[in-house]
């Protein structure tokens, strides 16, 4: 993601698209950071609640494997359900690469963008509340994905 000068962006862009894919979001500087913060956000957030959800068809006994294949068939899917907990939760690997203290920071510097914004963040603050939760108890330098051991705990399951 990159903001500035539209001219420059397409100069630069043949070297950005062999790093990825560049997106020209807007020409003044950090609207490309609030892109990514927005992002990071929206991804905890499915995490966060795909924990919630699993949990619960988990303790209802629905297997979780076939609870994801419904969901993913259906209008709940999001990157959680996709990827993060068929590859790293499920398995019970929990090696997505990316830490929770991390995680934690960029939903800080979000959220306290919003703020600054005046853009009311009642969600974001309840997710950041689940993530530090999980950084408090797993460790910052924990998976992303442990997050759902919080979950787990609180309903005496796990999704496996």
């Not at 003044?28 to 959800?53: C, D, F, H, Y």
């Not at 009642?122 to 939760?133: C, E």
Request: glycine residues 10%; proline residues 5%; positive net charge.
């Amino acid at each position: 993601m990159v903001a500035g000068p539209r001219d420059v962006f397409e100069r630069l862009k043949p070297a950005l698209d062999v790093i990825g894919k560049a997106f020209f979001v807007g020409d003044r500087p950090g609207q490309a950071q609030v892109v990514k913060l927005v992002n990071n956000l929206l991804s905890v957030t499915a995490l966060a609640i795909t924990s919630e959800g699993m949990a619960m068809g988990v303790k209802a006994g629905v297997d979780p494997r076939i609870m994801l294949d419904a969901i993913n068939a259906g209008s709940g899917r999001n990157s959680a359900t996709q990827d993060k907990f068929p590859r790293n939760v499920i398995p019970r690997s929990f090696d997505m690469g990316f830490a929770l203290g991390l995680s934690y920071k960029d939903i800080r510097l979000c959220l306290e963008e919003a703020e600054r914004l005046g853009v009311p963040t009642i969600v974001g603050n309840a997710v950041k509340q689940v993530l530090g939760i999980a950084k408090a108890t797993q460790g910052p330098d924990a998976d992303l994905t442990t997050i759902v051991k919080a979950v787990e705990s609180w309903a005496g399951v796990e999704v496996k």
